[in-house]
Every structure is written in structure tokens, then in C-alpha cells.
């Protein structure tokens, strides 16, 4: 009887499940009575946003970064514009799992006013619809500040922008080293330094094992360095084989320089954390970062020795620019567009670029500034491990198309781990 | 009888709603793995995705070394908490401050345990350095991280579930009559017979159960295999992350329809526990 009663209980839970998500697949409310934001004239907009919160949802793994957002840029958005940001830290593919669910549950008003993205999750976003706009050409700070021209104004990792996000800061690739372990003739500044010095020092080289975002960029980049980044260019990241082909001879690179990596290659670290830790324990000589201050705010903070330096390769390290945007529901839009167009200024831009809040370049350009503006600039400082922001920029090349990642990640694990000797 | 029904109908709502949540997760991520995620204009069911898995060799090299590492590293807890829990109820060494310890490994998280696991037997790790402290350079700990033998998540999972196994089957030691041990004895057992031949089998449904909590989490658990396993093989769920990461609408449905595997392959041991129960209260009737 009791067994009857317990079975019962599961058929009509079973049932109401299905009843339940079957329900929850329909249309909730269509809009909230939210005035129109595109098009409208910037004082408008200032005006709608006033006494309104704006919940700003990005990574959050960084305490500086998290500080940075909670204590420079919150109480100065209040200030100026009486705006509240509520910070939100939230790894980015919880947050397009989020709204593709609200997207499938027809939510309209959702919970997200900004969300810091770039390359692949913004070409998912798009591709989704998940996203408001095209918004950014109406921001005073884009129109001001940001070079048009710049191709990373036009594409993010290849994928066409179209005004859906705007810029808020750059970042790119740098090899962080220890001069005092490594001599200055065997820097690794192309990827024939790089085996040369792999060879002197078998098993103190390894990288982040993709699909992690730093040891997947630097798997491209060691690849763009042998074979050209323009090889990289005009390829269906449908078609592996036309992929494999035109990256071959990097790829090749990489399998020959396994046998002297860390464990003979035959397995890598899979995240950055553990490359900086391995580093830091003197384990390995050679460590990696996309951002490219990073390593000077742990010589600060005494993670990394003071001799710790960095450098990019000669012809260039992948450099990416990370955005900001607006997602379909936001309940604020009008609050997130002056919130970005704060960030965007270039009070935010070189407070942003002050080693000791975060490091990060900023987005906007130098030459579009007055001299009072770049002075701002001028007082933050980097330290000894930093290389200057025009060197990088003189040294970057661009993220190939966000598709060709996951298949470049793919044939590094079939050629370099499972086939590589 | 009455009293079942007011049990039922009290736990009524908690269930549903519990049961809800769940098979609405299992529901999606079903539907997903059969190609239907409209919100990415994928609308056509199919099987292909099955089909392809189940034909790439590296899913089958995923799917052994996890069922490898699950297997092992949960028998060898339970066979593990069954001997702790034995030295607990024996009342060895004394029992209050044995218990405390046995606590901490439960109480910390996965992710601490990987990180205490490597801090200690990785490579310059905390053994790995008093050995070359010790006997000097050249005398390094083999790899017990990242390796691909997976010890290293074998290693992190004992350190984190054998407590756990031991907490359970102490329950129940503790909840056994000390009459039947003290009449083995009586007639001439040794302490270990006793323990083997009696109290064991009385602990077998316990053992069970406790194996296949162990082995489902084990089985299906991301961030152990991810942290301080092998770049290839990787672990199932791990496999299942790769994809999910990967931006391509397409890959989400592989992501799903691996979980979905994982989800049937952690129901076998259920069924085959209740079948040898069954068979034994057969047995025994």
C-alpha cells in the first residue's frame, strides 16, 4: 500500500514537472513600460537614467578589478548622475546560460543592465539576439573619444560589432620571465627563441592547456608566429581540413617543441591560476598573461620575485579588446548607456590604467584627447615589470575569427597531445 | 496506515517542488542533447548526436578512464570507511577525537582538497621538496598529479569520500546489536572473523549504498578531473564542459547528450545493487 501511494505521489510530481515547464515556456509580461532609448537625444537619456539602478554582471574573479568597480567607478556613477551600480560577479557563460534561459522563457524584463563580454560569447550573444541594439554610436564618449578607424571599432574577434557593444578596455598577450633566471640573448621574442630556449631548459616551459582562454591564445599565437597571421584570415572554421592546412607548419612547431616542455608536454596545466602558482614556485621559467599589467600587480603584492619582467614577441603578440553591452531585457537601458559612457571617460579610462587599481589599456584613443585629458594618463604608473602602452600597441596583432578558436583548440589536442611524440 | 498518508501528504510539497527542479534540469538537457535548443534556431530532433559520439574514440577513452577513476577511487573509500569506521566503533584510538578528525575532510570542498592534494604530493609540492631536502637532488616524488593514470583525482576523491563512508557505516556499526559480536566471540571467533563474518555481511546494504552515492558524484564531478587530471584523457564531464564552451550552438547538444550518458551510466549501479538484494532476500526467504 505504502509503496502504491509513494509510486502515485511520483506520477503526479512527474506529471506537474511537465505541466510546469511545458507553462513556463510561454510569454510572461511583454515589455514594463520602458521608454524607448535608441535614437533619443543624450540629454534625454541622462535625464531618464537619474535615481535608477543599473546591475552591472561580469567576471569577478579579480579583487582588484572587483574593487576597482566598487569603490572608484560606483560612488563616482552615483555622483555625477545619481546612479546606482550594483556590481555582479558572474562568469560569462553563466551569464549567456542566463539569459538564453530568460530568452527561452520570454522573459522581457530581466535582471542584467550591462554585461562585460568580447570574441566568442559576444558572437553567441549576437548570434542569439540576446543582445540591445545597436546602442554604442549613440554614447557621447564613443562618438568623442573612440577611433572609428581602430579595426577592433569594427570587429571583435572577427565577428562585426555593429554598435551592439562598445569598447572598455584592451587587453593582449605578454610572456612574463624572470631576468634573473633567464639571460637577456635567450628571450623568447619569436617562437624560434622560444624552442632555443625550450631546449636549454627542458622541462621548465608549459603553457595553460586550452580550451583555456590564456594557453588557448597562446597557442595561436606561437601558431601566428611561424606560419603568419595572415594565413589565419578567409577560413571557414567549418572546413578543419582547409584549417589544418594553413596552420600546419605552426602546429608542427608546437609538437616539436613538446618533448621540452614541462612532463614532456604529455600533459599542461589547465588553468592560469596554476601556471602563475608553478611560476611563482620557481617550477617552471616561463609564464603567460592577457593582461598585460598582471604580472607587475603580483611583484606588488610579492606573488612574483622583483626581478620578474615581460615581454612580447617581436612580430607581435595577439592583443583583444574587451567590451561592454546592453543585454536584450535589460529593465535600464537608458541607465546602462550613460553607466558605459562613464567607463568610457577618460577619467574612468586612466583611473582603469593605474597599476595599482588594474593595469588594463584603455579603449579610447590617445590622439583624441586634449593634453589636460592625457596628462591623467601620464601619472599612472606601471612599474619595472611593464612595457609601455605604445609598445604594445606598436607590437599587436589582432584576434583571428572567434569560430576558428574552438577548432584551432581541437587539432592542438589531436596533433600536439594525442599524436605528438 | 493513516499515519503513512499524513507522512506522504506533509512531505508532499518539498517533493514537488524538489522533483520539479530536477526533472526539469534532466528534461532540458534531454531535449537539448536530441538537437532541440531553439534559441540557437536548432529545432530538428535527431539522434546524431548520439550517434556520433558513440562513434569517436576519444568519448570512449573519456568514458573508461572516468568509469576508472570513479570505480576505483570509490570502492577503495568505502573499503577504506568500513575499516576506519570499524577502528571508531572498537574505540580506537578514543573515539571522541578520532570522530573530530574524521570530519575535516567532509567539511572542506572539492576544490580545497585538489588544491591541498597538489600543495602536497605535486610536483614541488610539500613531499616532493622535504624529499629533495632530505636525500637531495634527483629524489623526486613520481607524478601523482595530472598524470595519466588519473591518481590524482583517484587520490583527492579517497581523501575526500572515505571519511564520508566511514561516517555512514559507523551509523550503522553503532546501530547493530553488540550481542551478536560478543556471541561470536564467545565461541572462539578472532576480532577479525567477528568483523568479517559478521558484521559485514549485516553492513551490505549500507556498503551498497554508500558505494553508489560515492560513485555518482565521482562519476560525474567536473572540478576534480579538471583541476588535477591529465590533459588527454579527460575525464567525461570534463569532455562534456569542453563542449559546452565551445560557441558553436551545435557543440551544446554533444555537451548534453554526454551528460545525459553520464546521468544513465550513474543509474547502473543502483540497478545493480537493488538486483543483488533482491536476490539475496530471495535467497534468505
Not at chain 1, 567607478?73 to 562568469?91: F, S, T
Not at chain 1, 595561436?220 to 600546419?248: F, Q, S, T, W, Y
Not at chain 2, 510539497?13 to 532541440?36: D, H, K, N, R, V
Amino acid at each position: 500500500m505504502k509503496v502504491r501511494i509513494v509510486k502515485g505521489l511520483f506520477a503526479l510530481a512527474l506529471i506537474a514537472s511537465l505541466i510546469f515547464s511545458g507553462g513556463c515556456g510561454g510569454k510572461q509580461e511583454s515589455t514594463q513600460g520602458q521608454p524607448p532609448v535608441t535614437g533619443k537625444d543624450w540629454a534625454a537619456i541622462v535625464a531618464q537614467a537619474k535615481g535608477s539602478t543599473v546591475y552591472f554582471y561580469g567576471w569577478g574573479g579579480d579583487q582588484r578589478i572587483n574593487r576597482w568597480l566598487d569603490e572608484t567607478v560606483a560612488p563616482g556613477l552615483r555622483e555625477k548622475y545619481g546612479i546606482k551600480l550594483v556590481r555582479v560577479g558572474m562568469n560569462i557563460n553563466e551569464i549567456l546560460t542566463k539569459l538564453i534561459s530568460e530568452k527561452q522563457a520570454g522573459r522581457e524584463s530581466g535582471s542584467i543592465d550591462i554585461v562585460w563580454i568580447n570574441g566568442e560569447n559576444f558572437y553567441t550573444a549576437k548570434k542569439n539576439d540576446l543582445l540591445h541594439g545597436p546602442f554604442a554610436q549613440d554614447l557621447q564618449a564613443v562618438k568623442q573619444y573612440i577611433d572609428g578607424r581602430d579595426p577592433e571599432s569594427q570587429l571583435d574577434f572577427g565577428q562585426p560589432i555593429e554598435g551592439y557593444e562598445a569598447p572598455f578596455g584592451k587587453a593582449q598577450l605578454v610572456m612574463i620571465y624572470d631576468s634573473a633566471k633567464i639571460k637577456e640573448d635567450e628571450l623568447p621574442r619569436s617562437a624560434q627563441a622560444l624552442m632555443a630556449l625550450a631546449q636549454k631548459y627542458p622541462g621548465k616551459i608549459t603553457y595553460p592547456a586550452p580550451p583555456d582562454f590564456t594557453g588557448s591564445a597562446f597557442v595561436r599565437n606561437v601558431i601566428c608566429d611561424v606560419v603568419g597571421r595572415d594565413k589565419l584570415d578567409n577560413l571557414n572554421p567549418r572546413d578543419k581540413a582547409a584549417v589544418e592546412a594553413a596552420i600546419r607548419p605552426g602546429v608542427e612547431f608546437l609538437a616539436g617543441l613538446k618533448p621540452y616542455l614541462w612532463r614532456k608536454g604529455e600533459t599542461y596545466p589547465a588553468t592560469l591560476a596554476q601556471l602563475h602558482n608553478m611560476f611563482a614556485d620557481g617550477e617552471i621559467i616561463l609564464a603567460m598573461d592577457y593582461a598585460p599589467y598582471s604580472a607587475m600587480g603580483k611583484v606588488r603584492d610579492g606573488q612574483f620575485p622583483s626581478t620578474v619582467k615581460t615581454l612580447v614577441f617581436d612580430k607581435g603578440t595577439l592583443g583583444n579588446t574587451h567590451y561592454l553591452a546592453v543585454p536584450f531585457n535589460s529593465p535600464n537601458k537608458a541607465g546602462a548607456m550613460v553607466a558605459i559612457n562613464f567607463l568610457l571617460s577618460p577619467e574612468m579610462q586612466a583611473s582603469k590604467y593605474a597599476a595599482e587599481n588594474w593595469g588594463d589599456l584603455p579603449a579610447i584613443d590617445m590622439h583624441k584627447l586634449s593634453a589636460e585629458e592625457q596628462s591623467l594618463f601620464g601619472k599612472a604608473n606601471r612599474g619595472d615589470a611593464a612595457i609601455s602602452g605604445e609598445y604594445l600597441q606598436g607590437h599587436r596583432i589582432s584576434e583571428p575569427y572567434a569560430a576558428l578558436v574552438p577548432v584551432i583548440d581541437e587539432i592542438w589536442l589531436q596533433r600536439v597531445v594525442r599524436e605528438g611524440k | 496506515m493513516r499515519k503513512s498518508i499524513t507522512i506522504c501528504l506533509l512531505l508532499l510539497p518539498a517533493t514537488l517542488i524538489q522533483l520539479w527542479i530536477m526533472f526539469t534540469g534532466i528534461f532540458s538537457s534531454i531535449e537539448q542533447s536530441l538537437g532541440y535548443i531553439p534559441t540557437a534556431g536548432l529545432t530538428e530532433i535527431s539522434r546524431d548526436y548520439y550517434r556520433e559520439l558513440l562513434a569517436d574514440p576519444t568519448f570512449w577513452r573519456s568514458l573508461l578512464f572516468s568509469l576508472y577513476t570513479a570505480l576505483f577511487s570509490s570502492g577503495l573509500s568505502v573499503g577504506l570507511g568500513l575499516g576506519l569506521a570499524g577502528l571508531m566503533a572498537a574505540n580506537f584510538p578514543a573515539r571522541f577525537s578520532a570522530q573530530q578528525w574524521f570530519k575535516l575532510p567532509i567539511i572542506v570542498p572539492h576544490l580545497v582538497a585538489v588544491f591541498l592534494i597538489m600543495v602536497t604530493l605535486g610536483n614541488a609540492g610539500l613531499v616532493d621538496r622535504l624529499l629533495h631536502f632530505a636525500w637531495g637532488p634527483g629524489v623526486r616524488l613520481p607524478n601523482l598529479t595530472m598524470d595519466p593514470w588519473g591518481l590524482g583525482i583517484i587520490l583527492t576523491y579517497i581523501w575526500k569520500s572515505a571519511p564520508y563512508a566511514a561516517f555512514i557505516l559507523y551509523t550503522f556499526l553503532r546501530n547493530t546489536d553488540p550481542r551478536l559480536i560478543a556471541t561470536a566471540r564467545n565461541l572462539g571467533a578472532s576480532p577479525w572473523r567477528a568483523f568479517w563474518h559478521v558484521l559485514v555481511p549485516l553492513l551490505k546494504p549500507a556498503l551498497g549504498g554508500c558505494f553508489i552515492l560515492i560513485f555518482a558524484y565521482n562519476f560525474t564531478a567536473f572540478e576534480v578531473p579538471f583541476l588535477i587530471g591529465p590533459t588527454y584523457p579527460k575525464a567525461l564531464p570534463v569532455l562534456a564542459y569542453t563542449y559546452f564552451l565551445n560557441p558553436d550552438s551545435e557543440a551544446r547538444a554533444y555537451a548534453m547528450a554526454i551528460n545525459s550518458l553520464l546521468l544513465l551510466f550513474s543509474l547502473f549501479p543502483i540497478w545493480f545493487f537493488q538486483r543483488c538484494w533482491q536476490n539475496e532476500s530471495k535467497e534468505g526467504s
